[in-house]
Structure formats: structure tokens, C-alpha cells
């Protein structure tokens, strides 16, 4: 079978302080000054979806809600807007993640995409219901970005997991 994923290697399973440290940089990079331009992902949201793709037992929808509140309180915005936009990626993610495993990354980011459409919907429907101006169709150019990262940051946050390539004969595995 032509184009399926060429890797092999084993992952070993995921330590949970790595995934505190990815979703504490990744709110980190969000509170960058750098965030308020239009083309900045967030860093925030494609890291709590990878993680609900891959390991979704251990990063649940509270991690989402939590993040997505920290997020409200650092851009200044109505009190759940990234709240209600994180749970329901996190939801649709957890939801994909059988069926995008079976992908390689770039079929998996076409799965992304209207994930992150959705939450910057969201966030732009809840901000013009508490009476702010439509910020312009350019807001939509994070979800593309967004969703052309998603090989790279998956790539980034599985090595820690990979295995090393040496191997021993004496173990099949």
C-alpha cells in the first residue's frame, strides 16, 4: 500500500510532565505580544488537540476548560469564549482520534482544520454576541496556519516517546 506511513518505530508511552510542560509553553507562546496578529496560531488550542488525539484518557476536557479560561483572562476577552472554543476541539479531537490515527500527518491535518475553523468561529460568534466588531475575514488565516503546523508540533511532541534505533537481538521488539 502506496503513501501509508512509513514508520515502524515504537513509541513508548508519554510522560504525563511532558504533557504539563507542552500545554504550559504552549500558553506561554500565546501570551506573547506577537498573539494579537492575525496570522499567529494558537499554540494553546493545536497542542490540547494533538494531545486529545493521541492521549485523550490522560488530557481531559478539563485541561480544555482550565487552558481555555487562562486564555480569557489573558487576552482580556468575555469570560469563557476560549473556554466553551477549547472544550468543544477537545471534544471533536477525542471524537476523530480512532479514525485519525489510522493517517499519516497530512491527511490528519485535513481532519484538523475545521477544528480549528470551528473554535475560531466560536470565539468570533461569542465576541460579536457580547456587542464587539466584526475584526475582519483575516481572523480565519490562524485556523490555516494552525492546521499547516500540526505536522511539525506533531512531529516535535512525539519525540520524546520515540525508542531509541539500536537494537538487541536478543529482544524481538
Not at 513508548?12 to 507562546?29: E, G, K, T
Not at 494579537?36 to 496560531?41: E, I, K, N, R, T
Not at 466553551?84 to 481532519?111: C, D, E, I, K, N
Not at 484538523?112 to 481572523?139: C, K
Request: charged share 10%.
Amino acid at each position: 500500500m502506496q503513501g501509508t506511513h512509513k514508520s515502524s518505530r515504537i513509541l513508548q508511552p508519554v510522560r504525563p510532565w511532558f504533557i504539563v510542560f507542552s500545554l504550559f509553553l504552549a500558553l506561554l507562546l500565546n501570551m506573547l505580544p506577537t498573539r494579537q496578529w492575525p496570522f499567529m496560531p494558537d499554540w494553546v488550542l493545536l497542542t490540547l488537540c494533538f494531545w486529545h488525539v493521541r492521549e485523550w484518557r490522560k488530557v481531559g476536557m478539563g485541561w480544555a476548560f482550565t487552558l481555555g479560561l487562562a486564555m480569557d483572562v489573558a487576552d482580556g476577552a468575555a469570560l469563557g469564549q476560549h473556554a466553551l472554543a477549547y472544550v468543544l476541539v477537545a471534544y471533536g479531537a477525542t471524537a476523530l482520534s480512532r479514525r485519525m490515527l489510522w493517517f499519516p500527518l497530512s491527511p490528519q491535518a485535513l481532519h484538523v482544520l475545521p477544528l480549528m475553523l470551528l473554535a475560531q468561529a466560536v470565539q468570533l460568534l461569542l465576541r460579536i454576541m457580547a456587542g464587539g466588531d466584526f475584526p475582519g475575514w483575516s481572523q480565519f488565516i490562524s485556523p490555516l496556519i494552525s492546521t499547516l503546523l500540526w505536522g511539525p508540533v506533531s512531529l516535535l511532541l512525539l519525540l520524546p516517546q520515540y525508542q531509541p534505533v539500536e537494537r538487541d537481538e536478543n529482544r524481538p521488539l
